[in-house]
């Protein structure tokens, strides 16, 4: 069975520095799909960004990006230039992608959770 | 568009009583999850629908729990005797398909406490 874990219960950076959460995963499947989630005070989970296992090049959106290692299993969230309003949990999460595996499921990690200092 | 909605946004109850929690997906999703997050632990899927179907419901803790999705349009989880291992946080999402890296759109989560 797969596993996420999430070894950083809490963060915290500086606004307007960088901080990375770390998410590590144990899998014997080679094509999956990782996902970055987080989690506003009002408890909304939003996506943050994602990362399809097949893909070397690592996912970037906008300040957000991350260093996917597959030969380690590691998959951290990089936030460049922190703002308030990344305040927040955040998940990071696995899914499958094979045959009857391949519900959409989504396996947590267990949230990191970052606080932003002004 | 309307994203995906919860009620009620907190519940709390004694241990015994009967909650039903429910979730109206985006419009147009077919496959719903109900997924829980127990204190300070990780995010725990309990099942998957689609359309009205279960697909899958190996997450589920036990038959105290009881999920359906009339007509494939919204999902109610009924717990029923609540216990207190059950407070915690439960999540709804849906989307449009299970293929790809496609979106899981969450709603804000009930919190259940049992007393």
Not at chain 1, 24 to 39: N, V
Not at chain 2, 14 to 20: A, D, I, L, M, S
Request: aromatic share 12%; with cysteine; net charge neutral.
């Amino acid at each position: 069975a797969q596993t996420v874990t999430q070894s950083q219960p809490e963060m915290s950076v500086q606004e307007a520095e960088t901080v990375t959460l770390s998410c590590t995963y144990d899998t014997s499947e080679s094509d999956y799909y990782l996902f970055w989630y987080k989690q506003p005070p009002s408890r909304q989970m939003i996506l943050v960004i994602r990362q399809e296992a097949y893909k070397q090049q690592n996912a970037t959106e906008n300040r957000f990006s991350v260093n996917f290692q597959k030969a380690a299993k590691s998959f951290s969230l990089k936030i460049s230039d922190s703002q308030l309003g990344d305040a927040a949990m955040y998940f990071c999460a696995y899914r499958s992608s094979y045959g009857s595996s391949n519900t959409g499921k989504l396996i947590f990690g267990q949230g990191t959770t970052l606080q932003v200092k002004p | 568009e309307a994203g995906v909605t919860q009620f009620p946004s907190h519940s709390v109850i004694e241990k015994g009583q009967t909650v039903t929690l429910r979730c109206d997906p985006i419009s147009g999703h077919d496959n719903l999850y109900w997924y829980r997050r127990v204190m300070g632990k990780e995010i725990k899927f309990l099942l998957h629908f689609v359309k009205e179907s279960k697909q899958d419901e190996s997450g589920m803790p036990n038959n105290r729990f009881l999920a359906e999705r009339t007509g494939g349009t919204y999902s109610t989880l009924k717990v029923q005797p609540a216990e207190l291992e059950d407070s915690g946080v439960y999540f709804c999402a849906s989307s449009q398909m299970t293929l790809g890296n496609t979106e899981a759109f969450f709603g804000q989560g009930t919190r259940l406490t049992v007393v």
